[in-house]
């Protein structure tokens, strides 16, 4: 979702991202001259907007690039002079802004690191110094969700039954906590958040389960919540709507 929820970003196979308007309803309409073309980037996957609602970023599988476009009136999107960008990692799967939009993670999977890019106001992407970053599993584990913690102080990374948990420098640069990686307690981890409060990241796993993380200064343990459910402490889910890709029918529900 774009950050003011009126917008839906969907990566496509082949080359290509999709772009909804959101009715109040959940609706969607499909933007005058969606998809929008990725550029050189193949076989785009994880896709996200940035905090400041200005860009889109895809992570391109088989190109071992992110694409970087800027977003238009009405929801049109432009790739941005130099896109894509090459990742210095292979197949990047996720991509993640911080929440201040100045800085771009992306998850290689076969690589088993995360890189790093300093994000220009014009959305040009420069590698912070040390990029890409072990991701802190056995080199045979597969990175694959990335999410900053509201507050950007914090990057985690889904990788297998793991965690990996890295504090954010100032220039970008990560460094893993202590701990880390931290089990999840169930395998195959891919899609994972912070909550908004910042005291849980939730991991999808390809096992049909769903952990759920409690975040501690320096260590992380499994949360004392109902595991599955994400609350906003009155028992409610977080948000009215929820949207899935689905990968087999190319459509959204």
Do not use: R
Request: aromatic share 10%.
């Amino acid at each position: 979702f774009s950050p003011s929820g009126d917008l839906l970003a969907a990566a496509n196979s082949y080359q290509s991202v999709s772009v909804f308007t959101v009715a109040s309803g959940g609706g969607l309409t499909s933007v005058p001259g969606s998809p929008f073309s990725t550029g050189a980037g193949t076989y785009p996957l994880g896709v996200e907007f940035s905090p400041n609602g200005k860009l889109v970023a895809t992570a391109n599988q088989y190109s071992n690039n992110v694409s970087v476009l800027s977003v238009g009136a009405g929801g049109a999107l432009t790739p941005v002079s130099g896109s894509p960008f090459a990742n210095g990692g292979s197949t990047p799967l996720q991509v993640a802004f911080s929440p201040d939009s100045a800085l771009l993670a992306a998850t290689n999977e076969t690589a088993n690191n995360v890189s790093m890019f300093s994000v220009a106001s014009d959305g040009g992407l420069t590698p912070v110094s040390g990029s890409p970053f072990a991701a802190g599993g056995p080199s045979y584990y597969f990175p694959y969700g990335v999410s900053f913690s509201p507050g950007g102080a914090l990057l985690a990374v889904s990788d297998e039954d793991k965690i990996s948990v890295f504090g954010v420098g100032s220039g970008g640069a990560l460094t893993p906590v202590s701990g880390s990686p931290f089990a999840t307690g169930a395998s195959g981890g891919q899609g994972l958040a912070f909550s908004p409060d910042g005291k849980f990241v939730a991991i999808a796993n390809q096992d049909d389960t769903v952990s759920m993380l409690l975040v501690g200064a320096i260590t992380m343990t499994p949360a004392t919540a109902p595991q599955g459910v994400i609350t906003d402490g009155t028992g409610a889910p977080y948000g009215p709507l929820t949207f899935s890709a689905n990968y087999l029918t190319c459509t959204a529900s």
